[in-house]
């Protein structure tokens, strides 16, 4: 997404979603999956809204917990200590500054609203849900032994949030990780409603508080700017 302008941002969005929308359906003609299959039905009514809101903040609660957890292991082990926790931290910054321009987000008006709509809504939350669903159906259609039950639904979304978490890798480490699990907690909602949609919204929101939030921490907190 780098760059530096909303103009600029507009034409990035539009090469991928063609780019995206030409391999998608060159996967349906190929497979003619159906509605329920990719799972674009919209579900549960208008409950979609309000779930893929209360989800958004789960998700961010939950990636919280599970860092917490992780530290409090890794010190009531004594695998490390607070002071090398916190050098590992400062040394190793999410990479957001190779996904979006976060000084074009404090000064471009336009950049700043189309990261918080097109992008976080259409760009990440839409596209890649769709992909994630499509990724889901065609695991069932290819191994149907291993992923058409429930439990083989969820290893299928635990590998897609791996392959999810690699694909942010050139953002660093943490950032993969975080991906990664919030690929799983996307995935999960994917098969509880039997539904993209929830997911999409819970995505957008997720990542168009983020870019909202970006400009704060990059002032209050310089020493993570890459």
């Given at each position: 997404m780098l760059r530096h302008s909303g103009q600029?941002?507009?034409?990035?969005?539009?090469?991928?979603?063609?780019?995206?929308t030409i391999v998608f359906l060159l996967g349906w003609l190929a497979s003619r999956a159906t509605t329920d299959e990719l799972l674009l039905r919209w579900r549960p009514g208008w409950w979609v809204v309000p779930l893929g809101v209360g989800y958004s903040i789960a998700i961010r609660l939950g990636l919280a917990v599970t860092g917490f957890i992780v530290v409090l292991f890794l010190l009531i082990t004594q695998l490390v200590n607070?002071?090398?926790?916190?050098?590992?931290?400062l040394q190793n910054p999410p990479?957001?500054?190779?996904?979006?321009?976060?000084?074009?987000?404090r000064t471009n008006r336009a950049y700043y609203w189309l990261s918080l709509t097109l992008v976080s809504f259409v760009t990440a939350g839409l596209r890649e849900e769709l992909w994630r669903a499509a990724t889901l159906a065609g695991m069932r259609a290819l191994w149907p032994g291993a992923f058409m039950s429930r439990t083989g639904e969820s290893i299928a979304i635990a590998l897609i949030g791996v392959a999810f978490g690699a694909a942010h890798l050139s953002m660093g480490a943490l950032a993969a990780v975080g991906a990664g699990l919030i690929g799983i907690f996307l995935g999960i909602i994917l098969i509880i409603h039997r539904s993209i949609w929830p997911a999409v919204i819970a995505h957008g929101l997720f990542d168009a508080t983020t870019f909202a939030l970006l400009p704060l921490i990059a002032n209050k907190f310089p020493e993570l700017r890459p």
């Open positions: 600029g941002l507009l034409i990035v969005c539009g090469l991928n979603l063609v780019s995206f607070v002071e090398s926790l916190r050098n590992f931290a990479r957001i500054d190779r996904l979006i321009d976060v000084g074009a987000l």
